[in-house]
């Protein structure tokens, strides 16, 4: 009985084999996240069927996973269980944990030394930060974003303001706060100056504050931070004193998902949320509004973020050679118009922007353009070895100093130990 | 003692109003234009227009299809199975009934989210991956359902079963014509528990299953948490109603009965 069962498997075993020798297509399988509304998945399953056609013999099967963590819990419990996609895109700052995982490997093995001066070379070097390590190339910039401020020119006006012009600097943020936050009679304030959400991961748009500020917060080999260099806890105590000491921002700790509609119902006149909030924004705002690059302090500065290509490791060489054409092709100008017009994403790479349909576009909607400018000042998004708690440690830090429950510096001397204690055998 | 009644009374319908607050959210804002998301306004327009634009951004009624197997499939093969282990347990006596017993307990103590790789290297290795079955499996063999329904056929007196076997009645149908009919209330509020869990169920079915054909609804869900663009409220809360809708209609046409059998099985 057993025997037969053997028999029957081996020969199953050699018809699969001989079968796959036959037709000499390369399966591929590739998750993606959705993170933005709309038609995100429909878009990339376009293109991949575009691709599909166009490539016979690769049979690429793209796979909706849900938001970037559960994207990427899939990924890695499909790794660990032996079965990986031979592609997946994954938030950009999950670079050390895969590497770490030991389930992705770097893309240079799978291109040209003329590819990689081309191609690799031809991204936006801020997104490349979170992509690269150690002289490698791990990740490939597709769905990445940077936040911006957007304002409300109606209020502007009202306040008695340039509707035309956003605040350039700190200051200049705190001194439009005040002409921009309005009481009723009784005292209680029906329109804040700006809104910059905090709750869930406040790092991401603290680094517009740290980055400005003259601070970088890791390192790029993911195993060193500064969370207590007098710069972040100057940064610190700003965003602390928007609310506490001038009165321009709602205190506490403020949500994400309605920070846009406040924007719209008029609670707020500013806002800094991500380019992701483009489309949203101008299909629904009642009024006329502007985007401006995050204002600054020493210098300009903001966080990049969003999700990259990785290739993962157990697949054939056939595989991943299919796999890099496929993120060629898809990352190539075109295709890149095409995903960011229908996104809101920042197109990675500086053809794209020069192709006749991004040209339309921008031309029809210029602030689109500022995300892709601030890039110019743009630096990694925080991502470490454990970034998972490396960066619970910070968030804790900032929302303890938001909600006032220690000092901007004490609540980052804290979060550098436990970061320091966590990386210490990366070092 | 009128007034002690009048609080109890006035208790229960804050608690009652607090419970259904999210509820009354949720239907609001699914039949009411996006404007009217954070506004109050009794003769707000009413709308269609958010079920419509729910349906169409995902495959919701393959979607329904799925998750209607999904939970048939596995509540008929619980029932199955936890019925005949339970009854083992409960009426013979054989060598490492107390280990094996433990050894479903245990179960109880660990959380199913750890097995994750676990599980999807076994479903990988027996070629599931990617089909209803695989979602199902892993809670097939359900301890709380075995531990459940042992307690209640313990509870049967074993003059009944004595009787039938008097009368020439063998196991199965002892088990089939005394014991099963007896445990009906602990079948309907296991079941009801079971298919409100595999109804809801997330990651696992999201982690197991790559394709349209085979995933359940809550996987169509996800596609409106869209955090970087922010959140359509109306939109959500509609495909939400519209998801959980056949498990609240049926909660409250089958409301009595529900509530009694739970208080019969000791589930609280």
């Known amino acids: 009985m057993f025997a037969n069962l053997l028999k029957t498997a081996s020969a199953a075993a050699i018809a699969t084999v001989a079968t796959a020798h036959m037709s000499f297509a390369v399966d591929l399988e590739f998750y993606f996240p959705v993170a933005v509304g709309g038609a995100a998945a429909d878009t990339i399953e376009q293109l991949t069927a575009e691709y599909s056609e166009a490539n016979p013999d690769v049979n690429i099967t793209a796979i909706y996973a849900g938001s970037y963590s559960d994207a990427g819990q899939k990924a890695l419990t499909a790794a660990r269980g032996g079965n990986p996609p031979q592609l997946s895109v994954l938030l950009s700052t999950q670079m050390f944990a895969l590497i770490d995982e030991d389930v992705i490997v770097p893309f240079d093995d799978y291109l040209s030394d003329e590819e990689k001066a081309d191609w690799i070379g031809g991204f936006y070097p801020s997104f490349m930060e979170n992509s690269q390590t150690g002289g490698n190339t791990y990740g490939i910039p597709f769905q990445r974003s940077t936040p911006v401020l957007y304002w409300n020119k109606e209020a502007f006006k009202a306040a008695g303001l340039d509707p035309e012009t956003a605040p350039a600097n700190w200051d200049e943020m705190v001194e439009m706060g005040k002409a921009l936050t309005l009481k009723d009679d009784s005292g209680n304030v029906t329109q804040w100056g700006v809104r910059i959400p905090s709750a869930g991961f406040p790092y991401w748009l603290f680094q517009g504050l740290s980055t400005p500020a003259g601070a970088i917060l890791a390192n790029s080999d993911g195993n060193k931070v500064n969370f207590n260099d007098p710069k972040v806890v100057e940064a610190l105590e700003y965003l602390v004193a928007l609310s506490k000491e001038h009165g321009v921002m709602q205190p506490g700790s403020i949500e994400w998902g309605p920070t846009p509609k406040a924007f719209f119902e008029g609670e707020t006149a500013m806002m800094w949320t991500t380019t992701g909030n483009l489309t949203n924004v101008r299909n629904n705002a009642p009024f006329d509004f502007g985007v401006a690059m995050l204002p600054a302090k020493e210098r300009r500065g903001a966080p990049t973020g969003g999700g990259n290509f990785y290739l993962f490791k157990d697949s054939t060489d056939e595989q991943k050679d299919a796999a890099v054409d496929f993120v060629q092709w898809i990352t190539a100008p075109e295709q890149a118009a095409t995903w960011s017009i229908a996104t809101g994403y920042i197109a990675p790479r500086a053809e794209a922007w020069e192709t006749e349909k991004m040209k339309a576009y921008t031309a029809d909607f210029p602030p689109a353009l500022v995300a892709r400018d601030q890039l110019e000042f743009a630096v990694a998004e925080l991502s470490t070895f454990e970034n998972g708690k490396v960066t619970q440690a910070f968030n804790d830090a900032l929302a303890a100093a938001i909600a006032g429950e220690m000092s901007a510096k004490e609540a980052l001397d804290e979060a550098q130990a436990k970061a320091e204690r966590i990386l210490k055998p990366y070092q | ?268």
Request: charged share 10%; with cysteine.
């Open chain 2, 1 to 268: 003692m009128s007034y002690d009644r009048a609080l109890n009374t006035t208790a229960a319908w804050m608690l009652a109003m607090f419970w259904l607050l999210p509820l009354a959210y949720a239907v609001w804002t699914a039949f009411h234009p996006a404007e009217f998301e954070t506004r109050f306004e009794p003769f707000a327009p009413l709308t269609l227009q958010n079920f419509v634009q729910a349906w169409s951004e995902a495959p919701f009624a393959r979607y329904f299809l799925n998750t209607m197997i999904l939970v048939t499939g596995i509540v008929a093969a619980q029932f199955t199975l936890c019925t005949l282990a339970a009854f083992a347990f409960a009426r013979f006596t054989f060598r490492g009934k107390g280990l094996m017993f433990a050894l479903v307990l245990m179960q109880l103590l660990i959380m199913p989210d750890i097995l994750i790789v676990e599980n999807y290297r076994t479903m990988s290795q027996l070629g599931l991956i990617d089909t209803i079955t695989a979602i199902g499996l892993p809670y097939v063999a359900s301890a709380f359902g075995i531990f459940l329904l042992r307690q209640t056929f313990m509870t049967v007196p074993k003059e009944l079963d004595d009787a039938a076997r008097v009368e020439g009645c063998s196991y199965l149908g002892i088990l089939w014509r005394v014991y099963i009919p007896l445990a009906k209330p602990t079948f309907l509020a296991y079941g009801l528990v079971s298919v409100s869990h595999h109804w809801n169920n997330f990651v696992w079915p999201l982690i197991v299953t790559n394709s349209v054909e085979t995933r359940p609804l809550t996987v169509g869900l996800s596609i409106f948490a869209v955090t970087d663009s922010g959140i359509q409220w109306s939109v959500i809360n509609a495909a939400t109603l519209m998801t959980s809708g056949p498990l609240l209609i049926a909660f409250l046409l089958f409301q009595r009965q529900f509530v009694q059998s739970f208080m019969r099985a000791g589930i609280k």
